[in-house]
């Protein structure tokens, strides 16, 4: 029944042009489908809500989508590259209250399940990524 209310709201948003309410619709659409198991559909509301975040240049809904990424390797089981995308997202001055909060979440629990070395060389591997090369990276 959600899945109804968050299409007919996504709709309404594409209609009126609204594409910063689109886009946080569409985080919200890919954290219920990820909690339904349906990485599919979750993998493709982060993706375009992530599109449609930097093309109307709403940077902390880039993050909340990218955070919604990290949330999707973590649940396929890439905890190193769940890692990556945190430490991106978390470093970024304009990520909001509540995506700050989920990742920092996220990544106790991404970290609890890696060896010392293994967080270790993610973190030096990760401190010189650019914001836009891991937005890169995950739009392919």
């Known amino acids: 029944k959600a899945r109804k209310f968050f299409a007919a709201g996504s709709d309404i948003y594409r ?7 689109l886009t946080r619709a569409l985080c919200h659409q ?6 339904l198991d349906d990485i599919p559909n979750a993998q493709k509301s982060f ?4 599109t449609l975040a930097r093309q109307c240049d709403y940077t902390p809904y880039v993050l909340e989508a ?12 890439n905890k190193e590259q769940a890692l990556d995308l945190l430490l991106v997202v978390s470093k970024h001055p304009a990520i909001l209250s509540s995506t700050k909060d989920r990742a920092a979440h996220l990544r106790v629990a991404v ?9 270790e060389t993610i973190q030096a591997r990760m401190q010189d ?3 836009e090369t891991a937005v890169h ?4």
């Open 30 to 35: 890919g954290y219920n489908s990820l909690a």
């Open 137 to 140: 990276e995950i739009l392919g």
């Open 111 to 119: 970290e609890g399940q890696l060896t010392p070395q293994q967080v």
């Open 66 to 77: 990218m955070a919604g990424f990290a949330s999707m390797y973590a649940k396929r089981g």
């Open 47 to 50: 993706t375009e809500a992530l």
């Open 129 to 131: 990524k650019s914001f």
């Open 15 to 21: 209609e009126i042009g609204d594409l910063r309410s």
